[in-house]
């Protein structure tokens, strides 16, 4: 089932085409990457999304409902904004707590989400007086706080330390694991995205070059890198590190990337299953893929400007 | 983990969160302390004409007003063009409308905040004065001292909604302040040419135009009608309607600023 539907969008600030007939389809429970440079149509495609802009044209669909002034997608819709502004004044868990009891939501919740964020210090301090890190650690506790369905963040990791980064994209992971929350993530920060994201849109002057599950881009435009999702990677990882024909292999929260010498792919996808096995894991996956996103993307959009 | 039975209850904490914004430490002590100085600083030093009890409860009323309902003024300008349009500029709002709340419920809860609470601090103050000075005046005559307020706080309240939209359209906090000032000198300098002329036409039209968005200048001219346009008094009735229609007015530019704010503002 697609949570986002958005067909034919088009949206023009004066002369300047944001968005040039945009097609987007987000499937429930996948993390999706909106991905482009800057001035893509990105933020514009996300603030149409979550009915902050109308359209010139075209249709969207959150939910199967129109998103423009609807408080009951609220409910089950986080967002973090790629610039986030709450009211200055007031505490950090003031105001969580306040968000709290807009949504029904017991009071407890907001020293989870504040410690799950990093925030535990920051309780008593001024939401003015956080720095752009912990200001958006808090729009992240913020988004998360009702345990919505869908969240859509645009920019996320903007502001954020390396170490902030992995982390959130960790929590991100774990959150879409655990609670089968369904993310659109929009970023120009590629190594991340391919970390995390099952899906990605390309998006480019406007308009989405290409979408779909990154195995299927992959198979589409490049081949060489082996994409195995596991519930332990570590695990698996030490013991695949050990066959000869690995030429690298890289770990994340929710697998392996891995490139063999060329020809020895079959080879990979039998040793993985025995070695799983072996490490006591399960293999969630295997899909192909380029060597990285950023290659995707680059190779996507020479394709589709060539065809232009 | 489970939700709570109750719903939330997001317009009254969107309202809570807006009137701790607006009236933070000191803002509330600074503008409370200038209502109540402003008041008795003007018992002070007024003596009170009029010919009929009425018309010094109307006399009493106006002289007490007169620094403190331009405290309003600035009160809500403040809390119009730098509380909300700074909201606009840099995007609080957008979390608002994060929130299961309608937009149309947002902004009456900022305009709760903004202008309905700064009237009651200083509609609480004045008519507390009122009854510490004259109370028998003021208890006998409450019509006339309710309809005096209501035709200088229609003034205020039409200022307050055209700032609202210039403040929805620019979106942008300094900004929309700026206008503001420059919009009530103007139509200060508007008001002074408007006199000027029924002064040397000697007609009472100017001056009626003017009593279309104040209608004071018609509740003075129906208890007083003197000066530059003596020959217009106003009956009672008449000027009832023109409280009415500044009200009306007024109900229709916050009306062109909801369907602005619900249908059209974009982020």
């Keep these: ?308 | 983990m489970e939700k709570t039975e109750h719903k939330g209850k997001p317009f009254l904490e969107i309202f809570a969160s807006t009137l701790q914004e607006d009236y933070r430490f000191p803002i509330l002590e600074l503008f409370t302390f200038l209502y109540t100085l402003g008041t008795f600083i003007f018992v002070s030093f007024q003596t009170y004409g009029g010919v009929t009890n009425e018309q010094v409860a109307y006399t009493m009323v106006t002289s007490l007003m007169g620094f403190p309902i331009f405290i309003f003024i600035i009160l809500i300008f403040k809390n119009i063009a730098y509380g909300l349009g700074n909201d606009l500029e840099k995007g609080t709002i957008q979390t608002f409308f994060s929130y299961p709340l309608k937009r149309r419920s947002i902004l009456t809860a900022k305009l709760l905040s903004a202008i309905v609470v700064a009237l009651l601090i200083f509609l609480g103050i004045q008519i507390s004065a009122l009854y510490l000075l004259a109370p028998d005046i003021i208890s006998n005559y409450i019509g006339t001292v309710l309809l005096t307020y209501s035709a200088n706080i229609g003034y205020s309240l039409f200022l307050a909604a055209v700032l609202l939209l210039m403040t929805l359209k620019v979106k942008r906090g300094g900004l929309a302040l700026v206008f503001g000032i420059i919009l009530y000198f103007a139509i200060g300098v508007v008001n002074g040419i408007l006199t000027v002329i029924a002064f040397v036409t000697g007609s009472a039209w100017p001056i009626q135009i003017i009593a279309v968005i104040n209608p004071a200048l018609a509740l003075q001219q129906h208890y007083f009608s003197t000066g530059l346009a003596g020959s217009w008094t106003p009956s009672f009735n008449e000027v009832l309607w023109y409280v009415g229609g500044a009200f009306a007015l007024v109900a229709v530019m916050f009306s062109i600023s909801y369907v602005y704010f619900c249908r059209r503002l974009s982020l």
Excluded at chain 1, 139 to 167: C, F, Q, W, Y
Excluded at chain 1, 261 to 287: C, M, Q, R, S
């Design chain 1, 1 to 308: 089932m697609s949570l986002i539907v958005a067909e034919d969008l088009v949206k023009k600030y004066g002369r300047v085409v944001a968005v040039d007939g945009l097609y987007l389809n987000v499937e429930e429970g996948a993390i999706t990457g909106l991905i482009g440079p800057n001035g893509a149509g990105k933020t514009t495609t996300i603030k149409i999304v979550l009915g902050l802009l109308k359209p010139d044209r075209g249709h969207v669909e959150v939910f199967g409902q129109e998103p423009w002034d609807n408080p009951y997608l609220r409910e089950l819709v986080g967002v973090v904004h790629e610039k986030a502004y709450f009211p200055s004044y007031q505490k950090v868990l003031d105001y969580i707590r306040r968000v709290c009891r807009i949504f029904g939501i017991p009071e407890a919740r907001a020293h989870e989400v504040l410690g799950l964020v990093g925030l535990e210090d920051a309780y008593d301090r001024q939401i003015k007086a956080l720095s752009a890190g912990m200001l958006q650690r808090f729009a992240i506790a913020h988004a998360i706080i009702h345990e919505p369905k869908l969240i859509v963040a645009d920019e996320m990791t903007a502001n954020l330390d390396p170490e902030g980064r992995s982390l959130l994209l960790d929590l991100v992971v774990n959150i879409n694991k655990k609670e089968k929350t369904t993310f659109l993530l929009s970023s120009h920060i590629l190594p991340e995205l391919s970390r995390v994201c099952d899906s990605v849109a390309i998006i480019n002057r406007g308009k989405v070059y290409a979408a779909g599950k990154l195995s299927e881009l992959y198979e589409k435009y490049a081949t060489e890198i082996i994409r195995i999702n596991v519930e332990k990677p570590e695990k698996l990882a030490a013991e695949l590190e050990k066959l000869s024909y690995i030429e690298n292999i890289k770990t994340d929260a929710r697998g392996i990337s891995v490139r063999t010498a060329k020809g020895e792919e079959e080879n990979l996808y039998e040793d993985a299953a025995k070695l799983a096995k072996k490490a006591k894991t399960k293999i969630l996956g295997i899909e192909t893929g380029s060597a990285s996103l950023e290659e995707l993307y680059r190779l996507v959009v020479t394709n589709e400007n060539k065809k232009v």
